[in-house]
Antibody
Framework: EVQLVESGGGLIQPGGSLRLSCAVSGFSVSGRYMTWVRQTPGKGLECVSV???????YYTDSVRGRFTISRDISKNTVHLQMNSLRGDDTAVYYC?????????WGQGTTVTVS | DIVMTQTPLSSPVTLGQPASISCRSS???????????LSWLQQRPGQPPRLLIYKVSNRFSGVPDRFSGSGAGTDFTLTISRVEAEDVGFYYCMQATEFPWTFGQGTKVEIK
């Protein structure tokens, strides 16, 4: 069964760091498009970061230089290291496989910066 | 960035009746490889988004055939042929033709 399970969210003070993890089962993250998407009531859905191919990465402007996406093939996991967190990073963060759009989603993990 | 604009933002529908949602992109979604990476997602209350339609008109695995997608270039439509109670929620269009991948604002489908 294909499944994505996020972890690592929580309450953090502005300026702090968190590392989100996405444990994947049912397929290998190697070479796949894997994404982190966040959702807030005010801004809706936002694709924060993508990793694909030979570890090519993309970041939306508001997180570039602060967030780092990576994958651990041995653990079949995708990570999002978030540094210098700000109040507007508060959101539910979803891990999603970026195939055919975004075809598999995790349940999400909540990050609150306050 | 490609801006995705959905209409309407709210759609009260009668059970068993059709519903349609429009999505317009600020520029063509035709990729240089000829594909159009326009998807539709459903988000039920308290749930993560779920893929319904990909590349404009391809129904994802397990999606009921009452859901269909159409369109080309910059104008796209999601149609629900006969709305059922389980279809209540938000619907989003999304483009993956060009970074940043962007979403529409969402359309709330509710039962009258």
């Amino acid at each position: 069964e294909v499944q994505l399970v996020e972890s690592g969210g929580g309450l953090i003070q502005p300026g702090g760091s968190l590392r989100l993890s996405c444990a994947v089962s049912g397929f290998s993250v190697s070479g796949r498009y894997m994404t982190w998407v966040r959702q807030t009531p005010g801004k809706g859905l936002e694709c924060v970061s993508v990793i694909y191919g030979g570890d090519i990465t993309y970041y939306t402007d508001s997180v570039r230089g602060r967030f780092t996406i990576s994958r651990d093939i041995s653990k079949n996991t995708v990570h999002l290291q978030m540094n210098s967190l700000r109040g507007d990073d508060t959101a539910v963060y979803y891990c999603a496989r970026g195939e055919n759009g975004m075809d598999v989603w995790g349940q999400g993990t909540t990050v609150t910066v306050s | 960035d490609i801006v995705m604009t959905q209409t309407p933002l709210s759609s009260p529908v009668t059970l068993g009746q059709p519903a349609s949602i429009s999505c317009r992109s600020s520029q063509s979604l035709v990729h240089s490889n000829g594909n159009t990476y326009l998807s539709w997602l459903q988000q039920r209350p308290g749930q993560p988004p779920r893929l319904l339609i990909y590349k404009v008109s391809n129904r994802f695995s397990g999606v009921p055939d009452r859901f269909s997608g159409s369109g080309a270039g910059t104008d796209f439509t999601l149609t629900i042929s006969r709305v059922e109670a389980e279809d209540v929620g938000f619907y989003y269009c999304m483009q993956a033709t060009e970074f940043p991948w962007t979403f529409g604002q969402g359309t709330k489908v509710e039962i009258k």
